[in-house]
């Protein structure tokens, strides 16, 4: 049996240390009048010396498990969603768990299934894909769904092309099969790729970067995109993933409430309204105080909207991303 599946609470968190585009300006040769006009960026959060993207996803986690009223016993699976995790080994969702008090050896009833993720800025969609699977088969299961991302630690403040765009950020949700307190349904989700463009972006650092002891790191340890045409792959996915999701399940996008896309450029997200013929009312932004922040886009966009009052539970959202892999898709909460 196909269990409904719930998200029952929401929470985010932002690094409070601010990175302005004035800020940049010190580093870099660029301006806000640039950074503003192409990307509608003006200030960016970076994680402190010593935080890491499991210590932002905790606390996301933490007010998400607290506005569902699922204390952190109960949780039954961790996802992380990151491109930017703590460690390759173990996983953030595991440092996670362990911050949470959480331990399968004693004194728990259940077990705890604990997995990190990369479907880079994507990863948030395709984390409520696994999540609804898991959900949809274990009517008992509580997962705590987190995304999280430390993505100044792999920016190249040298580059220009780069560094102005990124910044650091999580967000969390539970999602159960249980509608107590229930905020949305996820409704559908449809999940994409084309490994064919894997070149356009990457974040390095990992096992092909071949470092040794001693050795200076080189551009491949950070983040590089062919930007023009990551943007163009960009509209034209997430305008096109959110049209079939929608056609998939008999609607319209004048059934919908909002629209919130990845936050990766203010220039896209129009883009992408204007493709779908949406008022600029129902297209949710707020990269112009985040930049992008890869996976954490959606659920701190999500808080974000529901604090400035644009999104209450049980309105019809619908959630689109695009990212490295190149990876996109798209979710229905009603
Ligand atoms: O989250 C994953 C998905 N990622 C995205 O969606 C990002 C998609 N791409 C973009 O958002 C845009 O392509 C960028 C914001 C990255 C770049 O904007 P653009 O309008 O495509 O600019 P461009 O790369 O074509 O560069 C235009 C000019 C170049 O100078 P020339 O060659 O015309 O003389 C760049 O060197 O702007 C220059 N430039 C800058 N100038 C000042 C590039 N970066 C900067 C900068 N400040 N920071």
């Known amino acids: ?23 940049l300006e010190k580093l870099v040769e660029t301006s806000d009048e640039w950074i503003s006009t192409r990307t509608g960026i003006k200030e960016r959060h970076i994680l402190d010396d010593g935080v890491n993207p499991s210590d932002c996803g905790l606390e996301a986690a933490r007010a998400a498990l607290a506005e569902a009223g699922v204390a952190p016993e109960e949780v039954t699976h961790i996802f992380v969603a990151t491109c930017t995790p703590d460690y390759l080994c173990p996983s953030t969702a595991c440092v996670i768990a362990g911050k949470l008090g959480l331990s399968s050896l004693e004194g728990r009833k259940g077990d705890v299934m604990c997995l990190d993720f990369n479907a880079a800025c994507t990863g948030f969609v395709y984390g409520l894909e696994l999540a609804r699977s898991i959900v949809q088969m274990h009517e008992d299961a509580v997962v705590l769904l987190v995304a999280t991302e430390g993505l100044s630690r792999r920016t190249n403040f040298t580059d220009r092309t780069t ?4 910044g650091d950020a999580a967000g969390a949700v539970v999602l159960r099969s249980s509608d107590r307190n229930a905020l949305w349904q996820v409704r559908d989700v449809v999940c994409s790729s084309d490994g064919s463009l894997h070149d356009l972006i990457k974040i390095g650092g990992g096992s092909a970067c071949n470092i040794k002891e001693g050795d200076t790191v080189g551009p491949d340890w950070f983040i590089s995109m062919q930007g023009m045409a990551v ?20 609607m319209s996008f004048e059934d919908l409430d909002l629209f919130i896309p990845h936050q990766a450029n203010l220039r896209i997200i129009k883009a992408v309204g ?61």
């Open 274 to 334: 204007e493709r779908l013929g949406l008022d600029e009312s129902h297209v949710f932004s707020n990269v112009q105080h985040y930049g992008n922040t890869s996976a954490a886009t959606l659920p701190v966009a999500m808080e974000d909207a529901r604090r400035t009052g644009a999104l209450k539970p049980g309105m019809k959202v619908l959630l689109t991303s695009f990212g490295g892999g190149m990876t996109w898709g798209s979710a229905l909460l009603v």
């Open 231 to 250: 943007f163009k792959h960009a509209v034209r996915s997430m305008a096109d993933e959110s049209q079939r999701i929608l056609e998939r399940n008999g």
């Open 163 to 166: 560094c102005v765009l990124f």
């Open 1 to 23: 049996m196909n269990h409904p599946c719930y998200i029952c609470g929401l929470g985010s968190f932002i690094p409070s240390r601010v990175m302005t585009n004035h800020d």
